[in-house]
C-alpha cells in the first residue's frame, strides 16, 4: 500500500502564501495522479489540484492563478504551492495519490491551512 505524509499547513494572513508538501512512500509503482483536495468548514470535500506524471496539472477555478501544483516523480513528492490566499482557502488540505491500474487511491491524514487576519 502507499502512504502519504503530508505537512505545510498553518497559520497565515490574506495575501500571504504557504507551500504543502506531500510525500509517497510504500508500494509507489505506477501513481498516475497526485494532488489535494480541501475540505472548508461546512462543506463538501473538493479538488483543488491534480498532476498526472510530472507535467500534466489541473487546478481548480477558485484557484487559478494563485495555485500551483508540481510534482517530483524520483521523490514521489507533489507540492502545492499557494500564493496570495484568501480566507476563503481556509480549510484541510488532504493529500490523494490515485494508482488507476490498482483502481486505489489513497489519502494524506490533513493539514490545517487558516487564512484569518
Known amino acids: 500500500q502507499v502512504q502519504l505524509e503530508e505537512s505545510g499547513g498553518g497559520l497565515v494572513q490574506p495575501g500571504g502564501s504557504l507551500r504543502l508538501s506531500c510525500a509517497a512512500s510504500?508500494?509507489?509503482?505506477?501513481?498516475?495522479?497526485m494532488g489535494w483536495f480541501r475540505q472548508a468548514p461546512g462543506k463538501e470535500r473538493v479538488l483543488v489540484a491534480s498532476?498526472?506524471?510530472?507535467?500534466?496539472?489541473n487546478v481548480a477555478e477558485s484557484v487559478k492563478g494563485r495555485f500551483t501544483i508540481s510534482r517530483d516523480g524520483v521523490k514521489n513528492t507533489v507540492y502545492l504551492q499557494m500564493n496570495s490566499l484568501r480566507p476563503e482557502d481556509t480549510a484541510v488540505y488532504y493529500c490523494?495519490?490515485?494508482?488507476?491500474?490498482?483502481?486505489?487511491?489513497?489519502w494524506g491524514q490533513g493539514t490545517q491551512v487558516t487564512v484569518s487576519s
Open positions: 498532476i498526472t506524471g510530472e507535467s500534466r496539472s
Open positions: 510504500g508500494s509507489i509503482f505506477r501513481i498516475d495522479a
Open positions: 490523494y495519490a490515485s494508482q488507476i491500474w490498482s483502481g486505489k487511491n489513497y
